[in-house]
């Protein structure tokens, strides 16, 4: 499971013009946010300032400034930083994390939401032609 795909699905569908709804900002957030996600986790371990949540803290910060570094913010990859902290499942995938389950969801997600936008418009706009 990957609840942050959750707030993907929220933003992508009901919000497709936002700017971190766009598909760049989704797919290159959940790229370079779990790239920068996973090398600090390599670097630093689960234990940095066990007791004051310091991985945690580190992660979300690195994916916070990696997307504000490449300006692809997408706040769902915030959340998705905290799996690595604290699922074991998400830590045993090692670099796979970088693509699965987040950014391929995503993906997923986007296709599907340009999809049914797209057939959305196209019976918005055959209703408006039916009623000039």
């Known amino acids: 499971m990957c609840p942050?795909?959750?707030?993907?699905?929220?933003?992508?569908f009901a919000l497709p013009k936002a700017p971190a709804s766009q598909p760049l900002s989704v797919a290159a957030g959940f790229l370079f946010g779990s790239i920068a996600v996973y090398s600090i986790y390599?670097?630093?371990g689960e234990n940095f300032l066990k007791d004051f949540g310091g991985t945690r803290a580190l992660l979300v910060g690195g994916a916070i400034?990696?997307?504000k570094?490449?300006?692809t913010v997408h706040p769902p990859v915030g959340a998705y930083a905290v799996l690595m902290a604290d699922v074991p499942a998400i830590k045993a995938l090692g670099p796979k994390y970088i693509?699965?389950?987040?950014l391929a969801g995503a993906l997923v997600l986007v296709a599907v939401s340009l999809g049914t936008n797209a057939v959305k418009a196209m019976i918005s706009g055959a209703s408006k032609g039916k009623k000039a």
């Open 99 to 102: 693509l699965f389950p987040g």
């Open 4 to 12: 942050p795909l959750g707030a993907v699905a929220v933003l992508v």
């Open 69 to 71: 570094m490449t300006d």
């Open 42 to 44: 390599t670097v630093v």
């Open 65 to 67: 400034a990696a997307m």
